[in-house]
């Protein structure tokens, strides 16, 4: 028996419908897939901005949420995808961050 622990893959779609269900009542079926991705996209870009995926796969990942929230304010206003509000921004994130939970992907 093996004491790796079992890597589990990060799928879009799986993280796509995971983002769907968390979202608030008031909110489902608000967003398009890409709408969601979109922003999903910019936490990525923080990510590889802050250096959070650089092949150091023993560092410890810290992530402040405020910074990448106000990240992710900043270029989505700035890019004009779509007029999206702090509340629904914070809402995609949660559950993208949920979801990378579900995986240990920061762990």
Not at 73 to 92: L, S
């Amino acid at each position: 028996m093996s004491d790796e622990k079992k890597v589990l893959e990060y799928d879009e779609d799986e993280s796509l419908q995971f983002i769907q269900d968390c979202l608030p009542p008031e909110m489902k079926g608000e967003f398009s897939d890409d709408e969601i991705n979109y922003i999903v996209d910019l936490i990525y870009e923080f990510y590889e901005v802050k250096g959070f995926l650089d092949e150091d796969d023993d560092a410890e990942v810290e992530i402040d949420e405020d910074e990448l929230l106000e990240y992710i304010f900043d270029n989505a206003r700035e890019d004009g995808i779509r007029d999206y509000t702090d509340e629904q921004i914070e809402a995609i994130v949660a559950g993208e961050l949920a979801y990378c939970d579900t995986l240990n992907l920061f762990e």
